[in-house]
């Protein structure tokens, strides 16, 4: 095993570099001796020294900051997927949860929710944000569409809307879960 088999992270970093098309980028194409960006042109689109990314192609740079990954990822143009695994290469875990407003689900998943009229559903991201629902969630719980989107958060709902705090008591136990659930993960996810 080579010093360079042991370098996962410089690795990846730099078969990324080398798949970009520097002119689709706008970088000119005169004398280029390697596929793809340079060192510098990438360490300049993240916003870093061009001596510190090259350590870190190198193998010697330390662990990047989850700041320094973001921007090499987006410097990079990694898909999701790519992203995760830059990650887990830099330090061994995937990138925190982002809240992405606007978040949509697919007919397909809806058409499932609409098809369990007997049993309340609801879809929710990973910060208790309402983003789908069935007609049956509606008569037990809220009707989610009479509120606006930014008020579609169950922890939020849990103790600020009168409608939730009448729920009766069978329902209040498994709205009391959400809570605890909600601390221990981002407990869990700050100690990453």
Known sequence: MTLQDDNLLGNYL???????DAGKLGYPLLR?????????EVAVRACVSTTWYTW??????????????????KALELSAAERDHLFLLAQNRLPGVTWQSGVDVSPSLQRV??????????VKTAEW???AWNHAATKVFVDYAQLPPEQRNILLMM?????????????ASSHARPGGEFSR????????
Request: glycine content about 8%; proline content about 6%; aromatic content about 2%.
């Open 129 to 131: 944000q309402v983003v």
């Open 185 to 192: 993960r981002r407990g869990a996810h700050r100690c990453q």
């Open 56 to 73: 870190l192609e190198q193998g010697r740079g330390g662990a990047p900051s989850e700041e320094v990954l973001e921007r090499l990822s």
């Open 159 to 171: 103790f600020s809307n009168e409608e939730m705090k009448k729920t009766p008591a069978r329902l």
């Open 14 to 20: 730099r078969e990324r570099r080398q798949r970009l």
């Open 113 to 122: 929710l609409d098809s369990m009229s007997q049993t309340p559903a609801l």
């Open 32 to 40: 280029r001796r390697t596929p793809g960006l340079r060192r510098e």
